[in-house]
């Protein structure tokens, strides 16, 4: 069946500096994913759509320019932090339209 | 809009026992419902989804969840609760499309079950 992996699973970097996430679709093509993020005991909430071959949108809050998505190929999508600050620490965790109820297995970032 | 209201944050229940998790929606236009496990420090595992097909769902591991439109709910049960449903449950809901239906997901704000010995 369909899969969505992430890369990596978990991740530690210092304040201050990138962290880029991949979400990849492994035996289908994902014209469109969905990146969500979740605080400690909190549900998940959407960031943004990812389109390939275009612009992202992101939902109402979420600054652009701080998470940076790229949708370059069919089977890929990339968030990156930019700047991280302690207060981005959180569990990512993406999806793919097209393969209902897949999410990946999320991403653990800490911010040092 | 959209939104779903998953009543209890803890529900704890001897194994064995009935498992009850209420969700309860609100949506604009015909929704799609999922229900959604997640274990710790793990992604989401899809447990069951109504896509305006039957009402009742079955899904994995014993659990079903029923639609109801007249008291906009999508509770998920579980007839003989054991110890590996240990977990936190969401609930979504997304609008229904002519395609797959997974659109932008609003969740809710999870249920722990706790499973009693």
């Known amino acids: 069946g369909a899969v969505v992996s992430q890369h990596p699973s978990w991740v530690i970097c210092k304040s201050g500096t990138s962290v880029k996430i991949e979400c990849r679709s492994l035996?289908?093509?994902?014209?469109?994913m969905f990146w969500y993020r979740q605080f400690p005991k909190q549900s998940l909430m959407l960031m943004a759509t990812?389109?390939?071959?275009?612009?992202?949108?992101?939902e109402q809050g979420v600054e652009k320019d701080k998470f940076l998505i790229n949708h370059a190929s069919l089977t890929l999508s990339t968030l990156t932090v930019t700047s991280a600050h302690p207060e981005d620490s959180s569990f990512y965790i993406c999806s793919a339209r097209g393969a209902p109820g897949y999410f990946g297995p999320g991403t653990r970032l800490t911010v040092l | 809009a959209q939104s779903v209201t998953q009543l209890g944050s803890h529900v704890s229940v001897s194994e064995g026992a009935l498992v009850l998790l209420r969700c309860n929606y609100s949506?604009?236009?015909?929704?799609?419902l999922f229900w959604y496990v997640q274990y710790p420090n793990q992604g989401l595992q899809l447990l069951l989804k109504y896509t305006s097909a039957a009402t009742l769902v079955k899904g994995i591991n014993g659990f079903e969840a029923e639609f109801k439109k007249s008291e906009t709910s999508f509770h998920l049960t579980k007839p003989s609760a054991h110890m590996s449903d240990a977990a936190e449950y969401f609930c979504a809901v997304s609008p229904a499309k002519a395609n797959f239906g997974n659109e932008k997901l609003t969740f809710g704000t999870g249920t722990r079950l706790t499973i009693i010995p």
């Open positions: 035996d289908f093509q994902a014209t469109t």
């Open positions: 990812s389109n390939e071959g275009s612009k992202a949108t992101y």
């Open positions: 949506s604009s236009v015909p929704p799609y």
